[in-house]
């Protein structure tokens, strides 16, 4: 998780912000139409971004998975080595 958030509300524009970091990133659909990610060149989540934030005070919680790209390459954990 990012040390630093920064979170933008456009009450006009009944729209929420969220990003983790300032990296280059584009949006992308979510399996919520409110919700969308914002991911970086190699498919991290840096970010979500919410549309017609006010209807969530008049319906239950907005529920939406942040999932990185399947095309994702992950970094494997370092093998320990020795007696275990």
């Known amino acids: 998780m990012a040390d630093k958030i920064k979170v933008w509300f456009d009450a006009e524009g009944d729209f929420l912000e969220v990003l983790f970091s300032d990296a280059a990133g584009y949006m992308k659909e979510t399996d919520n139409d409110a ?5 970086d060149a ?3 989540v840096i970010g979500f971004s919410i549309l017609q934030v006010s ?3 008049k ?3 907005l529920v ?3 999932l990185p790209s399947p095309n994702v390459v992950r970094e494997k954990s370092p093998k320990k080595y020795g007696k275990q």
């Open 42 to 44: 190699r498919g991290q």
């Open 59 to 61: 319906q239950k919680p």
């Open 35 to 39: 919700v969308m990610e914002r991911v």
């Open 55 to 57: 209807r969530l005070a």
């Open 64 to 66: 939406a998975e942040l």
